[in-house]
């Protein structure tokens, strides 16, 4: 399958449509508006100038954090989420230099795909945590 990726920010019509076909939760408009203004770094994947994915990176100039990387469900499989992924990563490095920190949370059973990418679980005795309110 052809794709293509474009250096955008999704709309926030785009972004709410992702985040519910993969069951991500509900934001309210005024949330996606705030959210997508923190970007760092974005990338739009296009099949047929359809839209099919987003991938967002959050970050500081040091630290950055692969905060979205959503392929719509028909898209899957397709190589659209490593290029994106790619492209994130390649966009961080470009940008920022080469010694940077690039984390992320992977979701349930994704693990393998992002090892493909150099990224390394954390270990037991460095263990990572989070606070969800």
Known sequence: ??????????????YMMARSTVEWGVLTKEQVIKVLNKDAHHVIGLVNNEFAGLGRAIGDGM?????????MPKFQKSGLGGGILQSLIDRVHTENGQSVFIGLMAAEKTQG?????????????????YLFK
């Open 113 to 129: 795909f992002y090892e493909k990418y150099g990224f390394k679980a954390r270990k037991s005795s460095a263990p990572g945590m």
């Open 63 to 71: 630290y950055f954090y692969i905060q979205d990387l959503i392929v």
């Open 1 to 14: 399958m052809d794709f293509s990726l474009i250096d955008r920010r999704p709309s926030v019509d785009e």
